[in-house]
């Protein structure tokens, strides 16, 4: 605050400093231009400064926020005056706000940023374009803060796949005193598993010592995992054999011990899950799937497409889709939809059929997975091999062609020497399927 006011000090004698010449001599008017616009660069600069002193002094109220979004330079040119003139405080305050807890505020910078053109100042533009990447994840591992445990637990396992360097500290900071039993040992699974059992050894440790060693207590660890979220293996076992196989000495001999155990309860003898766990899971998602951002809203339905029980999800989506909607847009709401209804054939056609309607479309969709949504394993092409191996079912043939042609056109760029790193990464997962066709 006090390095704020000295820059407005400063404004203000600038301000003078520049205008006393001109009422003095007169000057020729080229000089008088150049002074009037360095006097309104400068005015710019003091108005900015006076509205964010109050939104910096009250970070609790919502108007004086409001007026600093409203006030902050978009045009290029008043952006870098303003930088130039202001330093770095109004553009911290604004990406601060890009970020708050309340949903119109951030919406509302996220805007402003949006519309601002940084691309004469490096610096500015690495750090506005670095937000804006951020902010899909970012805003997806928020509800691991909820106070629901349910909630924030079904987001960390929701996210288990994703990249983001955010997603070890979301994990940390998703632990309460309040959380159950289960809740507390599966969230540790997922701050080990994403900071490291080096990072946390407390964590780890308690995980190993906490991991039930009689089976009607793992059947109901397992089943509430199972209820949240779709995965072929349990997150909880998954670190508990890693743990055992190459875990630290203090921990590995009594995860041995537990994941010998562990590994007599097969799948098949689990009670039936419970679905009416994700159903608040489904309801706190159904804000993001609602954002005016794309790429927010994208990324929410990617992730939510593993729910258990998506309920007020799909009832969105149904009557929300619009002929308007952006093909990727269109693609995920096809892809949440056939991974909600694995049975349903007709999903699954409506699905393979949205994704490879063209190659625009389908690398756009692979695009998004990688490097917005950050998606370790590719989802969609993912659920597209697996439907490959399905069995016969015209979804299943429809799968081996879409693939097949891919393959045949990325061997194609190979030999002629124009098939890059992401590509062939791509290639090799569907030949990967390819080769267990005749299985």
């Known amino acids: 605050m006090v390095r704020a006011i000295r820059i407005l000090t400063l404004c203000l004698a600038s301000a003078l400093f520049c205008g006393l010449p001109c009422v003095l001599t007169g000057g020729a008017a080229e000089r008088v231009a150049g002074d009037d616009a360095a006097l309104r660069e400068t005015a710019d600069a003091v108005r900015l400064l006076l509205i964010l002193a109050p939104a910096r002094i009250a970070p609790d109220k919502t108007a004086a926020q409001q007026d600093f979004i409203n006030a902050f330079p978009t045009e290029a040119a008043a952006f870098a005056a303003s930088l130039r003139l202001t330093g770095d405080a109004p553009l911290d305050w604004l990406l601060g706000l890009a970020r708050a807890d309340n949903r119109a505020l951030r919406q509302a910078a996220r805007q402003r940023l949006r519309a601002v053109d940084p691309m004469r100042l490096i610096r500015a533009a690495d750090r506005i374009y670095a937000a804006i990447g951020?902010?899909?994840?970012?805003?997806?591992?928020?509800?691991?803060?909820?106070?629901?445990?349910l909630v924030s637990l079904g987001t960390l396992l929701l996210a288990r796949d994703m990249t983001s360097a955010e997603k070890g500290r979301a994990a940390l900071e998703s632990l309460r005193p309040d959380d159950g039993p289960d809740v507390r040992l599966l969230k540790l699974a997922a701050v080990v598993a994403w900071n490291g059992e080096e990072a946390v050894p407390e964590a780890a440790l308690e995980f190993v010592r906490a991991f039930p060693d009689n089976p009607r207590d793992l059947a109901r660890l397992l089943t509430l995992e199972n209820s949240l979220c779709r995965y072929e293996n349990s997150l909880a076992l998954t670190l508990l054999r890693d743990l055992a196989r190459d875990g630290p000495?203090?921990?590995?001999?009594?995860?041995?011990?537990?994941?010998?155990?562990?590994?007599?309860?097969?799948?098949?003898?689990?009670?039936?899950?419970?679905?009416?766990?994700?159903?608040?899971?489904?309801?706190?998602?159904?804000?993001?799937?609602?954002?005016?951002?794309?790429?927010?809203?994208?990324?929410?339905?990617?992730?939510?497409?593993?729910?258990?029980?998506?309920?007020?999800?799909?009832?969105?989506?149904?009557?929300?889709?619009?002929?308007?909607?952006?093909?990727?847009?269109?693609?995920?709401t096809a892809y949440c939809l056939a991974r909600w209804s694995p049975l349903n054939q007709d999903r699954q056609l409506a699905f393979l059929r949205r994704m490879f309607i063209n190659w625009e479309t389908f690398w756009q969709l692979v695009l998004f997975e990688d490097f917005t949504a950050l998606a370790a394993h590719g989802p969609s092409l993912d659920w597209v091999c697996r439907l490959s191996l399905s069995p016969e079912t015209e979804a299943r043939r429809e799968a081996r062609d879409n693939l097949l042609a891919v393959h045949l056109s990325l061997a194609r760029e190979r030999r002629e020497g124009r098939l890059d790193a992401h590509k062939n990464q791509v290639d090799r997962r569907i030949f990967a399927a390819i080769s267990h066709w005749d299985e």
Do not use: H, I
């Open 249 to 332: 000495p203090q921990l590995k001999m009594a995860a041995d011990a537990k994941w010998r155990g562990a590994r007599t309860l097969r799948r098949a003898s689990l009670p039936p899950s419970a679905p009416v766990s994700a159903r608040n899971l489904a309801q706190a998602l159904l804000p993001l799937f609602a954002d005016p951002d794309p790429d927010v809203s994208a990324t929410a339905m990617l992730y939510a497409a593993r729910l258990e029980a998506p309920g007020p999800l799909r009832a969105w989506l149904l009557k929300r889709a619009a002929p308007e909607d952006s093909p990727l847009r269109k693609t995920l």
């Open 134 to 149: 951020a902010w899909p994840c970012q805003d997806f591992l928020e509800l691991a803060r909820s106070p629901d445990p």
